[in-house]
């Protein structure tokens, strides 16, 4: 069982950059691919980022490549994803998301199967 928890949302201006953090509980994170997804009022969930148990791979959602960045420190069980050059479209409450199987990085929802509570990020125009 993993538990996750996501800080560091909050209110930004267009351009500016927030931090997202996500803390995990359990010994096997080291292990698992984490992923970054968001959800906007009325729209569906989006894969946002993820980043293998090794960080030797990482993979973006195309609204986002060259502006975030995600990581991970296995040491401190935690994962990261830095958003640079925010748009109001970025607009969402963003969630941390684990997949204990590690195989590969997916996009999809569905595989995951842990999850945090969620972190607001609003992005003023």
């Known amino acids: 069982q993993v538990q996750l928890v996501e800080s560091g949302g909050g209110l930004v201006q267009a351009g500016g950059s927030l931090r997202l953090s996500c803390a995990a509980s359990?010994?096997?994170?080291?292990?698992?691919?984490m992923g970054w997804f968001r959800q906007a009022p009325g729209k569906e969930r989006e894969f946002v980022a993820g980043?293998?148990?090794?960080?030797?791979?990482?993979y973006y959602g195309d609204s986002v490549k060259g502006r975030f960045t995600v990581s991970r420190d296995n040491a401190k069980n935690a994962v990261y994803l830095q958003m640079n050059k925010l748009k109001p479209e970025d607009t969402a409450v963003y969630y941390c998301a684990a997949d204990p199987t590690g195989w590969s990085i997916s996009s999809v929802a569905r595989e995951y199967n842990y999850w945090g509570q969620g972190t607001q990020v609003t992005v003023s125009s």
């Open positions: 359990g010994r096997a994170f080291s292990s698992y691919t």
């Open positions: 980043i293998s148990w090794s960080s030797s791979s990482t």
